[in-house]
Nanobody, 117 residues
Framework: QVQVVESGGGLVQAGGSLRLSCAVS????????MGWYRQAPGDQRELVAD???????NYADSVKGRFTISRDNAKNTVSLQMNSLKPEDTAVYYC???????????WGRGTQVTVSS
């Protein structure tokens, strides 16, 4: 079993910063991808950023230059530094852990991020 737990959400004014963290525990395989997704009310869940176990990153166009994803393989954690936040960044942010071999997908329960204008 794999457990995924997010932390760090909250309320911030536009232009401010927040840092989200995600810890993965349980049966973890070295080849994996960790990512952040978000879902606003009425919208589909969308990719924000992800990072492979080798450090390759991928960002949504809407967050490039503002958000930075990083990971600590020794601690099985992934973080998302969010700067220059905008009201449209308001959503529930979910951490996703994907194992490559064997294949598995694990989600956290999400953490709310609210950006006020």
């Amino acid at each position: 079993q794999v457990q995924v737990v997010e932390s760090g959400g909250g309320l911030v004014q536009a232009g401010g910063s927040l840092r989200l963290s995600c810890a993965v525990s349980g049966r973890i395989f070295s080849s994996n991808i960790m990512g952040w997704y978000r879902q606003a009310p009425g919208d589909q869940r969308e990719l924000v950023a992800d990072i492979s176990s080798s450090g390759s990153t991928n960002y949504a166009d809407s967050v490039k230059g503002r958000f930075t994803i990083s990971r600590d393989n020794a601690k099985n954690t992934v973080s998302l530094q969010m700067n220059s936040l905008k009201p449209e960044d308001t959503a529930v942010y979910y951490c996703k852990h994907t194992t490559i071999g064997p294949r598995g997908v694990y989600w956290g329960r999400g953490t709310q991020v609210t950006v006020s204008s």
